[in-house]
């Protein structure tokens, strides 16, 4: 994937609390963010 700034971040977790507000965070800084739920 190519994307503008480079940054990607894979989160496992993302429908937790802490999953969701660190998406949340890495969204706002620009980040392409991509989570995993178990």
């Known amino acids: 994937m190519q994307t503008k700034n ?3 971040a894979l989160i496992t977790g993302a429908t937790g ?3 969701a507000y660190l ?3 890495l ?3 620009g980040y392409v963010v991509h989570g995993l739920k178990r």
Request: proline content about 0%.
């Open 23 to 25: 998406s949340e965070l």
């Open 17 to 19: 609390q802490d999953g």
């Open 6 to 8: 480079g940054k990607v």
């Open 27 to 29: 969204l706002s800084k």
